[in-house]
Every structure is written in C-alpha cells, then in structure tokens.
C-alpha cells in the first residue's frame, strides 16, 4: 500500500469521561476490587491455593509493579479464612535423651494452655509436697520405720558386740567406724609388745578369732547397707504412696483440660508419666534444710525447668489458616534457631530456647516468599531445597559449627510442615530456574503469570476507575473527576505503547494517583482534575529529563550534528531511544553511508570496532541479504560500502534502524539526495518489509523536539512502519503540531515506499533488461555496473604474476 499520512485522531487514544459513568470516583469506592486484566493469573492462583496434593506450590511471576505480591497476598487470605485454624506446636523435655527435645502438636490454643498448666502445677508441687511430706501420718510412720531400722540395728550389734567378746575382742564405734581390740586374760588391751612373748599356738588362735571378727564385721556391714537400703526405700515408697495421687490427680487434670481430640495423645501421655516418674525420684529435693542446701535449690530450678512447656507456634485466637510473608529469609527467620548463651566458657542451651521460623509457624496456610531472596543466600536455598523434597524441618543452628568456644548440641524432633509455598519472581528468574534446577522447579507446579498488559475493553476501564477509587480511600487522597480518571486510562495506553491495550503495572498508576493528588491539593481542589494528572506527568517528565535536555542542546549548539531541511545524498535522519532504566526517550542520529568499487562488500563500522549488540549486526546481515537480492542478476557486485552511526561512541543495539541504514546506502549508490526533514524508523527483513520496533512514541516525540527547537517549518515528519500505528500514544503536543499541519506522520508497508517519499523518485521495478534508469534502483544499478568495469579495468591492467622459483631451504646453527 501507499504511504499514508496519519491524521491526528490516529495518533492516540482519547477516553471520553462521559463513557465511564460516573462523576468522580467517590461513587465507585463500595464496589470490588478486581484482577484487572489478569483472569488467567486469577483461575491459576484459585487452583493452587486451593489444591492439596504436595509439589503444587505456586510460582507467581511477572513485572515488578504488576500487583502480583498484594493480589496474591489478598486472595491468600481469603482462601485461608475458609481452612481450620492449624495445630499449636510445643517443644517439650526428654527424660530419656535431653539432648534430642520432643515435639508435640495440640489443637490451637491449647499450647498456651499445656503450658498455664505446667506452670500450675509446678507452683502445686512446691506448695503440696513440703506439706504431704510434713504431715504427721507421713511423719509418724516414717519414725515407725526408723525405729525398727534402729532396733535391728541395734540387735545386730549387740549380736556382733557378743560375737566379739566371746572371743576377747572389745568392739566400739568411732566416727561412723567399727573399732574392735584384742583383749588378754585380765582383759587389758593386748600390746605389740605383749602379743610377741605370747606362745606361737596362742598367737594363731588370736590371728584365727581376728580373722572370724573380720568377717563378721563384713556381714554385719554387709547388713547395715541392706538395711539402710531398705529404710530409704520404705521411705521413698512411703513418700510415693503419699504423693502418687496428688501427681496423678494433676496430670488427669491437665488431660481433662486437654479435651480436644489431640493427634500425638500418646506422647502426651508418655510424658506425664515421665514428669511424674522425675518428681518421684527427686523428693528429697522438696524437703529444706540439710548441709548442701544451695545444691538442693539448684537442683530443684532444674526439675522445675524440666517441666517447662516451649511453645514455638501459638494460634490462639487466630481465625483460618496462617497467611506469613516473609520479607527477609535469613536461614534463623525461615527455618528457625536455636538460642545460645555462654557459661562457664561454654555455650549452653536447652528446648527451651527453641525459636520457630516462619516455616513452622505458616503450619496448615501459607507462606510467600521472593526467589531473588532465597537465591542470594546459598544455605537457605539449600534447606528450602531439602525441605520440599522431605516435607519435614529440623530446626538446627548453623553457625554453631563454627563456633570458637565448644558448645552443647542440640537436635530438636523433626516435624512435617504442610505449608503452601507461594514463591514470587521475574519471568526470566522463572525461566532460568526452570532450565538450571528442574527439581527444585518441579516442586512449584502452579504457575500464576501476571501479564504485562491486557486489552482495553468498557470492563477494563471501569475496573480502573474502581481501582483509583480504591487507592484514594485507601491512602485519604482526594477523589478523582472522570476526566482525570480517563487521562490515567490514556497513561496507561501509553506506558503499554498500545491503542489496544493497558498497562498492567499498577504501581506507575498509584504513583500518578499519588502525584496528581498532590497537586490537586496545592490548588485547594475538592477533585482531582484532568489538568492535575497532566500536570504530574509534566512534572515527572522534568524531574528525569536532564540528560535528553542536554543532548537536545548539544544539538542547537551544533556540536551533534543534524539537519532537519534541505537534501543529502548518503545521509539519513535515524531514531533511536535511550533507556536510563528510569527515563527513556528518543533522540535522532544521522546515519552515513559511502560506496565505492570494491570486492569487500558491506562493512558495518559500529561492529568492526564492537559498538555494536548481536541484534543489531543481525539487521545490517539482513540489510546485505536484501541488497543482494534486488540486485542478484548483475551478481557478484563489485562494491565497497560503509554504514555508521555519526557521533555515537557509547554503543548500539537492535535493527530498528536498518531502514535508515538502506535508505542511506541506496542513496550513496543511486546517487539521489534523501530529505532531511524526515526521519525514519523501522526494522527490515529480507524482503523489503518493514518491520515494527519498541519505542516509537520516544522516537517521534524526541526528532519532534529537535525540530521544534531548530525550527518546525511545515515539512518535518517521520517515517514509520505501518505496523506501529497502533502503538502510537503521542504527548498532546505533538497531535497539536501535527492537526496544525506543522509536523507528519508518514508510515509505510515497504522499504520501497518509504524511498519514493524521502526521494521523489519511483523506487524501480525488474524487468527483462534490469531495472528503468529512471528509478532509484535503476540508478543504482548504473551505479554497480560502473564499479564492476572499474574492477574490471584494473583487473585488466595488473602483471600477470610470474611463479616464484624455490628457495633452498635455509640452514640455522644452534648452541647448546
């Protein structure tokens, strides 16, 4: 088709207020607030969230500013309000091993309870125990015992006192010690000395009786021990007998507190018993008084830290499930700690220092977290990784392995977590994941993709509105007029390059809510007005546009060279954009081209001294290839030729100035000057269609700046792909210069096309002798038969070369 000159109505969008509805969004604030334009991302976060097979965790992905964080968090509350309330998890002491603590789940809020209760019971044990054990029937027959233990006792030793005398021994106590000395006739304490001059037979005799009193003693001691042993137990099993119901009254009690049904019963039950067991065997610690009393009161804190109830995870008074994000995913956060504290040069601990993280505490909900995260910290994405393949955590203390102090260990009891997983990245960290650990991907089989724009429908523009309304009550900003609402819908037509679609990065939106809000303010409005939003994107322009302002400078300055009138030949108006990551815009540059015969053919200067990306090397390919087929039947082409980018020194990347880069080469060979008062854009495939390229409203609005402030005189333009008209969402001011005949909007189907309007010259169709001489191929072609007689001729010229005679073969010494 023919070149066509846009009219002012197709270079934007305009959203008649009247067609929304309403008259500020005051009247908008009690409807809902829907996933605008997001219904796939919707239907796949509803099925994830919802579905209970393990791996389907979600993998939400999309732009930054998409919404794709608060929309998820939003619906995971709401799926959460409908599932029960998860389990308390309580940390508790092992009897058995102290070392490797118990777990232990109970319905929600009895964690808290468990542990009221523990700490009651306690507080009954020390109060009732000193009493039970001081009450008078306890005390009467524990003196019935010692009596008797102190009666056999004493027959005992009389017996052996008599066994000792029959046999001249005198037997005594001394210190807790048995004494015994031998005896002579007049019952005199028999000396050494004595004991020498007695008879060799008497002297065995005395050895003999010693002997037998020696052994005696042994029994007797023997005894004693047996004895002794038997009074402690009489007494402890007095003590037990006394207390046994009070302990077990307590734990029923605390079992009948307990009334839920409670998954891990038996090990409930298990460990009353034990706590039962060790208040048992450490009664003596209850009873004051005594030599070691401070011992005794440390030993008795100790029993009662034993009895303490550690509860890492209380959802007491929660309603449905947990919904955590987790914003800072250190390994102690996410996967929980182990307190540490130094004693006596050693770092000590014990479960009751056991801290959940947010893993266990998100337990039967939900847990969002941020790949970039969990990627910047090798053992948290680790763990994670174990984590899901087992489905069970083990709380442990990472560092403590490099600790520079020795320190006691500690492996709390392994726990299943069935947590929901909803994992938030970009679209290329999704796919380098994918592509880099598949197993870890496997686990997230849920993909939620938020899209980076949608189409633009009624529906999708009175969601916006609802959505503005929204965020003013939400942040108490003035309400928005309709006409500022349809100025926002007509920013995000531009911020997604679309007449046929909207942004989907709601952020930017609330930012210009924001902002325009603030201006309304300062102008005392009630609404927030068409004007107000104007003006914030004005402001915002001018707050980010220092670096374009400078290069437009450098341009009327004349030290960038470009002209906006007259014709050149060689030489076109290219437009490129620059992207600061905060502010993009468009800027013109001259493009160059200069031939001459030669055999090298096509030399791109940007790539020969790599200022140049692969894309646009593979558009300068493309160029070459569509070159050489308009003029394959005058093939091999006798040419040297040469295409730059005037006064670019910081580089290049993509094709979308191949057709700045045709025409000027085409002009160079033709000969035919192109008109500088238009610039071009757009990319080139082989066969001479024009292709669209990414910013073009930067590209337009940035020549249309050069010309305004070299001087607009009713002939500048552009040249653009037809294919790009319907990303065209020019500013206000350029649809004025453009209605008032000042500046033009050309666009073209083809290469072709867009040469006959920068020329004047009918590009040329191939016919039986070549293409007409009076076309711009034509022209060219004259042009390329001339290089290659000129080739030719030289070709002609040169000496033939006679062969090289062979050289004897060189000899070298060598010195060792």
Partial sequence: MPIVALTPAELRVNVDPDSLGFDDTAELVQQPLSWIGQERAEQAARFGLQMDQPDYNLFVLG??????????????????????????????HNFDTPELPRALRLPAGEGRLLRQMMGDLARTLQDEIPKRLAALDVKAESER???????????????????AEARNFALMREDGRLVFTQRDEQGQALTAAKAITLPRERREAIAAAEEALRAEVNRFLDKAQARDLALKEALDALRRQGLKPLLEREAQKIRNALRKQIKDSVKLGHYLEQVQHDVLENLEL?????????????????????????????????????????????????FGSIEYEAENDVLVTDFSRIRAGSLLKAHGGFLMLHLTDLLADPPVWEKLRRFLRSGRLQIEEPGMVYAQISAVSLQPEPVDVEVKIVLVASVDDYYLLQEGDPEFARRFRCKV???????????????T???????????????????????????????????????????????LVVESAALARARAAR???????????????HRHDHPEQRLQESIVDGQRLLAVVGERVGQANGLTVVDLGDHAFGFPVRVTAATHAGDEGLVNIEREVELSGPIHDKGVLILQSHLSALFGHVAPLALNAAVVFEQEYNGVEGDSASCAEFYALLSALSGLPL??????????????????????NEKIEGFFRSCELLGLNGQQGVLIPSRNRRHLMLSPRVVQAVQAGRFHIHTADLASEGMELLTGVRFGSLGPGGYPADTVLGRAQATLQAYRRACESLDARRPARRPRAARPPKLESRRR
């Fill in 63 to 92: 732009e930054v500013g998409s919404g794709r964080a608060t929309l998820m968090q939003q619906m995971m509350q709401r799926v959460a309000a409908e599932r029960p309330v998860p389990p308390d998890l309580v940390y508790l």
């Fill in 145 to 163: 015992l010692q009596t008797a233990h102190q009666a056999e006792e004493d027959q005992a030793y009389a017996e052996l006192s008599a066994f």
């Fill in 286 to 334: 209850f009873q004051p008084g005594g030599e070691h009393e401070e011992m005794r009161i440390g030993a008795l804190v100790e029993l009662y830290s034993r009895l303490r109830v550690n509860v890492v995870v209380d959802n007491h008074g929660r309603e449905g499930a947990p919904v955590i994000v987790d914003d800072n995913p250190v390994f102690r956060s996410l």
């Fill in 449 to 463: 993709d938020f899209a980076e724009s949608f189409d633009a429908t009624p529906a999708s523009r009175q969601a």
């Fill in 465 to 511: 509105a609802v959505y503005v309304a929204h965020t003013c009550a939400r942040l108490g900003l003035p309400h928005f007029s309709a006409a500022a609402v349809a100025a926002l819908i007509e920013a995000t037509h531009r911020e997604a390059e679309d007449q046929f679609r909207q942004s989907a990065i709601f952020a930017n939106t609330e930012a």
């Fill in 527 to 541: 609404l927030v007005g068409a004007v107000d939003v104007q003006a914030a994107i004005q402001a915002r322009q």
């Fill in 675 to 696: 008109k500088q008062a238009i610039a071009v854009t757009g990319a080139l495939n082989q066969h001479g269609e024009m292709l669209p390229v990414g910013g073009i």
